[in-house]
């Protein structure tokens, strides 16, 4: 089974996923698709529908959506903040068939599903001949570089583009710097490229170039785009969790140092809890085109 994240984790950066992706790509892959009347996207490792709320808006257009999720809880949560978002619009939320959801937006209807199912094991189990789009967030520097080989084959035989949001790309960096900065980012490197549970090491920062690679080979336009996290000293709570989260990953791999990092993650959540912690967390965006 794949990794999965809390649910609070998911709320707390989807302002910061909103604000870094690049609205370029998102348009583009719109554009892709100006010929289909009502395009259908697949989203792959939906969570709680974070990149579903963001890319909606840019098709101005009735649509659907496919969710892929393993996490029943994470799909509900999904739901329920779609409710939520579109009844802050204004917007009629309704169930005119039992496993759809409708929210009647003005510029036309957005369908809401969702599936349940491992992704893991992809493109098995995937709705691939049903959809005019595949879309994830923050899901292939997760993945091996087999798994990505036979998503890319699996799309190329159905001639889908593939647009992959928030993929890291890079050291982060910590301001103001501290001496600990070395070890912590050693170790969460190290993390970055474990296996979890995609059949594989991760890619972590290399999946950018894996994910150019394999569709280039498919014949594919690649396009790409930076998407930087920047977390200002004002978000305190999230530069806090972001630094926790880093010695907790770092602490994995480097135990020996324990007592280093463990420091480190006192001063770093002193600092974001008095406004004097930011981060800057590289990430690129990529839109995979099919030939026409």
Known sequence: MAESFAADWLDLREPFDAAARAPSLAEALVAHLDAKARPRFLDLGAGSGSLTRWLGHFVGRAHSWVLADADPALMARAFDAMIEGAEALGWPATWPQKKALLLHAPTGAWRIEGILTDLARAPEGLPLAAVDAVTCSALCD???????????????????PFYAALNVSGRERFTPPHPGDAWVARGFARDQR???????????????????????????????????????????????????????AALRHERREAWRIEAWAAVRAAQAEAGRLSIRVPHQDLLCLPPI
Request: charged share 20%.
């Open 142 to 160: 997760l993945v091996s570089e087999a798994w990505l080989a036979r998503l890319a084959a699996a799309l190329a035989r159905h001639r889908l």
């Open 194 to 248: 474990r296996e979890k549970g995609f059949g594989g090491p991760a890619l972590g920062p290399a999946a950018p170039a894996a994910i150019a690679r394999a569709f280039a080979a498919a014949g594919y336009r690649v396009l790409r785009a930076p998407s930087d996290w920047i977390i200002p000293a004002a978000a305190g709570e999230m530069a806090r969790e972001l630094a926790l989260g880093h010695a907790e």
